[in-house]
């Protein structure tokens, strides 16, 4: 899962290429296109992130690329979108109605993660109550695994999409308009009467240069800044051959990994770059490395085209070598982020990570001479921990000194090993969805407390974010070492206050 901080210079021409894409390839979308000019009003589709809930953590705002995927198949199927994103805007619940009431949807679509679920479902009961002829679509990761249980409870879900949504989306669009039956789409999860029905999985779209670029047109971009930098996101790759225990990539996106074409992504970049203003790139691919002659020629392409924003990444220790990291530096990548998870090779095996405590090590020395910003993330308190593993991670972190630390309290989200893990050996775990955000312990750990836990963290952060670190960064003129000493300056005076 991406902890990073994470085109096309003319987009009239964009559009009328991914038009005549649909044209050729997509006799349904043509239908619906012809149906849409004989009907008395526009089919309108909303699409919501819900609005954070008050006391609820939440982490920094990041685009919802899922959804501008969605908008941007929707709209070249003909359907008209209203995409209403409540946490950059600020739109509260009572907001949410006032803008579904008034624009008067025939489908609302509603995304949702493990922490946002709960607003996800206020939002289901608020389309319902305001659009009560409305049919109101639920998908995530979140509902991709609760998704029997979630029907089966709340009357205001119509229908759950289960992983890639893009092709099911629109097809639920498309029978909805001729009022045919949903039951043939595969996977949705919906009721029958009181039966509950899950059609069989979808197949994973093959050739993601198919899809159209997301639709960014309905977002505020000027939301989406971290001190007043405008960081945008990109995602190239879907599917993960890795099976790590913690992770739920490989069942929602399949153990295949599928690729954009370096040209697809670069003409997305340009995008971003001239048409949308962006200061910073964020790739969210969980190993953008993965291929290395794609990633290789990315950077050339990058490179060709004058590219030259900053960039940061996520990959996996094993999938780098000198040579990328080099030609990535070479593209303005600045950052790269690694998923080291542990110190102790006990719990990098207990979490089926595949890789070595000398990997990581090594990854991190590499990519810190090549003179990238390098982050780091590791699991606390995971089945199996104990002080001395614990200590064992602090000692590595010491050791390798990496740039910036994301101290993960292990999380058990639906669908994962992990919490399959935890059900057997029959531990304590919360149920407050909202509490699944990685900063919180959720499950009660026999062997380590989630008091020893907090503590471990707030000690580390507090030692690491130092006048030394502010200092050091703030002197670099690498852009995250920028983000990273004004970050840090933030965590120090939050002490003072805390303590006055």
Not at 199 to 205: A, C, G, N, S, V
Not at 252 to 275: C, H, T, Y
Not at 276 to 295: E, P, S
Request: proline share 5%; charged share 25%.
């Amino acid at each position: 899962m991406s902890h990073a901080l994470s085109a096309l210079s003319n987009f009239v021409s964009y559009e009328a290429q991914v038009y005549k894409l649909f044209k050729f390839k997509n006799l349904n979308v043509i239908f619906v296109r012809e149906k849409l000019e004989k009907v008395d009003k526009p089919i309108r589709i909303a699409l919501v992130n819900p609005p954070i809930l008050k006391g609820v953590y939440h982490h920094q705002l990041y685009l919802p690329l899922g959804l501008a995927y969605l908008a941007a198949v929707l709209e070249e199927g003909g359907f008209e979108v209203k995409l209403i994103d409540c946490p950059a805007m600020e739109i509260t619940t009572e907001q949410l109605e006032h803008k579904l009431s008034s624009f008067n949807p025939l489908i609302v679509g509603i995304t949702s993660m493990t922490p946002t679920i709960n607003s996800a479902l206020l939002a289901a009961s608020i389309a319902k109550k305001v659009c009560p002829d409305a049919l109101v679509v639920l998908g995530g990761p979140h509902v991709t695994f609760m998704d029997k249980e979630i029907i089966a409870k709340e009357k205001t879900v119509d229908v759950i999409v289960r992983g890639e949504g893009e092709k099911t989306l629109l097809e639920i669009a498309q029978k909805t308009l001729r009022s045919e039956a949903l039951h043939g789409i595969d996977g949705i999860t919906l009721r029958n009467g009181d039966e509950i029905v899950r059609t069989p999985d979808r197949k994973y779209i093959e050739n993601l240069d198919e899809l159209p670029l997301p639709a960014y047109k309905y977002f505020h971009m000027d939301k989406y800044r971290l001190f007043g930098k405008k960081i945008l996101p990109v995602i190239t790759s879907r599917g993960c051959p890795f099976q790590c225990s913690f992770c739920v990539t490989s069942r929602v996106f399949g153990k295949r990994f599928r690729a954009r074409s370096p040209k697809n992504i670069v003409d997305e970049l340009e995008q971003l770059k001239n048409v949308y203003g962006a200061d910073a790139f964020t790739f969210y691919d969980d190993t953008l490395t993965f291929d290395k002659k794609r990633i290789l020629d990315v950077c050339k392409d990058m490179r060709n085209r004058n590219i030259d924003l900053p960039w940061d990444c996520q990959t996996r220790v094993d999938r780098i070598s000198k040579e990328i990291l080099f030609e990535m530096k070479r593209a303005n990548c600045q950052q790269v982020f690694f998923g080291v998870e542990s110190g102790s090779q006990k719990i990098l095996d207990a979490v089926k990570k595949g890789t070595t405590v000398e990997q990581n090590e090594k990854a991190i020395k590499m990519a810190k001479e090549v003179g990238l910003f390098v982050s780091v993330s590791v699991i606390l308190g995971y089945p199996g921990e104990t002080a001395e593993t614990l200590q064992q991670t602090i000692n590595f972190l010491k050791r390798t000194k990496p740039d910036d630390v994301y101290l993960c309290v292990a999380t058990p989200y639906p669908g994962t090993e992990l919490r399959r893990l935890i059900e057997d050996l029959g531990w304590k775990t919360s149920m407050e969805w909202e509490h699944y955000d990685t900063t919180t312990p959720v499950f009660e750990n026999p062997s380590i407390s989630a008091q020893e836990i907090m503590k471990l963290r707030r000690t580390f952060y507090n030692s690491f974010y130092s006048p030394a670190y502010i200092l050091r960064h703030f002197l670099k003129r690498n852009f995250y070492s920028q983000v990273m000493a004004r970050t840090a300056l933030n965590h120090m005076l939050w002490r003072v206050r805390s303590i006055f």
